[in-house]
């Protein structure tokens, strides 16, 4: 009997939990008994039941945790003793856990083990320390990792082939006395691997930039110096990483050469998607703000105490998060300068790869993952459906280097989750809240997504920012009534003509579009449409457009009180509160204050949300017989309890006629 005994001991030895001692910053050492220490300590029981695994916000209060001067506990002093690290003077009061993040609006910690340490106690997750220099030989192998890891294992990302250079890109060498010169590739394709530049300009013109009278100097030689910071910290980086061809803009498009302007501009989808991937100076708020960073000594790690298994440790470190910092998962857009431009946000939903220089660290976005240099962000899958990297593969943009056919075919596909319209809207709703230096930018820095898209829809019409296939959806859009900063306020027109009046490209700010379009019945026939560009470039600038419709249409007043614009006669019998008035832009109280206008009907819903139904109407300003423009968008509502709604009856209301007229 004596081996069975001594074999069920070694079994029962063997299947106890491992035994973890807490050795604190001052050299104490406390045994770990998660069991114990539950049963006593709340918060020690959230922490035993996956503290720092679940999506919750714990309350905690620093006065408030436990001491346990006979039996401590080790998670109560590891806690302790990273809030007292960073606040000695406990200044900070009400805190909460959310995972492994200790703070609360103004200050956050993190706490996180090193990889490849034996496991431990409290679900604590692995982090990898930043580089503390975004410019440093750690950061390049943090690139180059993501880049194998991406181009290798991603098939909606493709392997990164070498591609037909664009017509200009700058020939940096791989070496620090490499000289630079603008190569053209006019004549002699050449083929590699290259780098685009994604940057703001904020006002102020590189004076490196390629002009007629500098494009023979700029093809023999530029000297490094010359560049601006944000150029020469691209040109070093790419330089480590291997790669000879970088792409920046103002170098590579003649700048006082409108001519050779368009022609580029509606090469830019090409020169983005074909790119290996995009270096985004994200925080730069200008071409001399550079790219490289150093963190601050608050903001990197430091050790808060080990945990032992045995003669094994598992060192625990805690690191300050820098203000503002936020990961751009679940379609989060950051904080930063570049993140606010019109021109740089099709730059990086082009792209197939965006390598983003922070002030902290550097953060990787491409179709399938999303990742930084400290692991607190590093998802793959269905979580960055709404990342504008991400949004390609869902808008059906086709890199020309994904890996299989299949992988081709998947990408251009719309699911019913998800269809084409309602991610154009997505698209739109983004871009319009970016800013332009020039109005007449509007259609031109959106050019390439578009033209990419069209590629996946080749049967649709490109209509200055609509599409021919959805039109009758995508017209449904309306002006916010609050700014870009927060403040109530209208859109406005541009100073010259950029779009046909039933775009949303027709006026500067904010838009949004209804696509919450069940049981969608359109009312008005629509006979023809079309938009003529410049260089009858299809994406490019728009010089006119015209909508030819037929429908009922109402003749209404609108007045302007304190309140706002209102219908002031109505057949229908709306009040202000069963319709929203939502115009374009500011019509002004003084030169508009009582004018007969004609909604033109376009649709209307037989059941929307279960009790309210829905009709929508084009707010025209007749300008000549039969020519009409938009300047807004009016949503009725009906109840059935109102008395107000039947069909048959609404039909032969006698306050309207059946028109057809063309929208310019």
């Known amino acids: 009997m004596a081996p069975f005994t001594s074999l069920i001991k070694r079994l029962f030895s063997s299947s106890r939990k491992p035994q973890f001692v807490l050795e604190t910053l001052s050299g104490d050492r406390i045994c770990i008994d998660e069991s114990l220490d539950a049963r006593r300590c709340y918060y020690c029981f959230q922490a035993s039941n996956g503290f720092f695994t679940e999506f919750r916000h714990y309350p905690i209060c620093y006065n408030a945790i436990p001491v346990h001067e006979e039996h401590p506990s080790a998670f109560c002093a590891l806690l302790r003793d990273c809030i007292s690290i960073y606040d000695p003077h406990n200044s900070l009061g009400q805190l909460s856990i959310h995972q492994n993040v200790v703070g609360n609006n103004t200050w956050q910690i993190e706490i996180f083990a090193l990889p490849g340490q034996p496991s431990i106690p409290f679900g604590i997750p692995q982090r990898v320390p930043p580089s503390g220099d975004t410019g440093s030989q750690k950061a390049v192998d943090w690139t180059k990792a993501r880049l194998s890891g991406c181009t290798c294992n991603h098939d909606a990302c493709g392997d990164g082939p070498a591609t037909r250079l664009p017509d200009r890109v700058l020939d940096v060498g791989y070496f620090v006395h490499d000289e630079i010169r603008l190569l053209e590739t006019f004549d002699k394709p050449v083929t590699g691997r290259y780098v685009t530049l994604s940057h703001r300009w904020g006002g102020k013109v590189p004076r490196c930039r390629t002009t007629k009278a500098s494009l023979r100097s700029q093809t023999t030689s530029i000297s490094f110096k010359s560049l601006p910071r944000t150029f020469r910290d691209a040109v070093t980086f790419v330089r480590g990483l291997g790669i000879r061809y970088l792409w920046i803009d103002s170098i590579c498009i003649i700048q006082d050469d409108e001519s050779d302007w368009e022609v580029q501009a509606a090469k830019m989808c090409d020169i983005y998607s074909q790119s290996y991937f995009t270096v985004a100076a994200a925080y730069s708020p200008d071409c001399h703000g550079g790219l490289f ?9 430091k050790k808060v105490g080990s945990i032992w298994e045995g003669d094994k440790e598992c060192q625990l470190f805690a690191r300050q998060i820098p203000p503002g910092q936020r990961h751009w998962n679940c379609g989060y857009q950051p904080p930063f300068p570049l993140f606010s431009r019109a021109w740089t946000y099709q730059e990086r939903i082009l792209s197939p790869r965006v390598l983003c220089f922070t002030p902290y660290e550097l953060q990787w976005e491409c179709q399938t993952a999303v990742s930084c240099e400290c692991l607190s962000v590093d998802f793959i899958g269905p979580e960055i459906q709404t990342t504008p990297t991400a949004l390609m593969r869902q808008l059906g943009i086709n890199f020309g280097s994904l890996k299989t056919e299949h992988a081709r075919m998947s990408a251009v596909r719309s699911t019913p989750e998800t ?30 997504i578009a033209q990419q898209v069209s590629r996946s829809r080749p049967h649709a019409k490109y209509l200055a920012g609509l599409w021919s296939d959805s039109l009758s959806r995508e017209i449904i859009w309306y002006g916010s009534t609050e700014a870009r900063d927060g403040s109530a306020g209208f859109n406005s027109l541009p100073s010259q003509y950029r779009a046909p009046s039933w775009s949303w490209a027709a006026v500067d700010g904010p838009v949004s579009m209804v696509t919450d379009l069940n049981n969608f019945k359109l009312k008005a026939i629509i006979h023809s449409y079309s938009c003529a560009y410049v260089n009858d470039n299809p994406f490019g600038r728009a010089i006119s457009g015209c909508l030819t419709v037929e429908s009922k249409v109402y003749a209404w007043q609108l007045r302007y009180s304190y309140k706002g614009w209102y219908v002031d006669r109505n057949p229908h019998g709306f009040s202000e509160r069963s319709c929203e008035l939502y115009p374009d832009y500011d019509w002004g109280s003084k030169w508009f204050p009582k004018k007969t206008i004609m909604p033109l009907e376009l649709a209307y819903f037989l059941e929307w949300a279960g009790d309210d139904r829905r009709k929508f109407y084009l707010v025209l300003q007749q300008r000549e017989s039969g020519i009409f423009e938009r300047i807004g968008l009016l949503i009725g509502y009906y109840t059935l309890d109102s008395g107000l709604w039947n069909a048959g009856e609404f039909e032969n209301y006698p306050f309207y006629e059946i028109r057809t007229v063309t929208i310019t």
């Open 293 to 301: 960073s150093e963190t601050s000594d608050k903001y990197l790690p």
């Open 419 to 448: 269809p084409v319209h309602h991610l154009w809207a997505t698209v739109v709703v983004q871009y319009s809240r970016m800013d332009l230096t020039k109005d007449a930018d509007k259609l031109p820095a959106i050019a390439g």
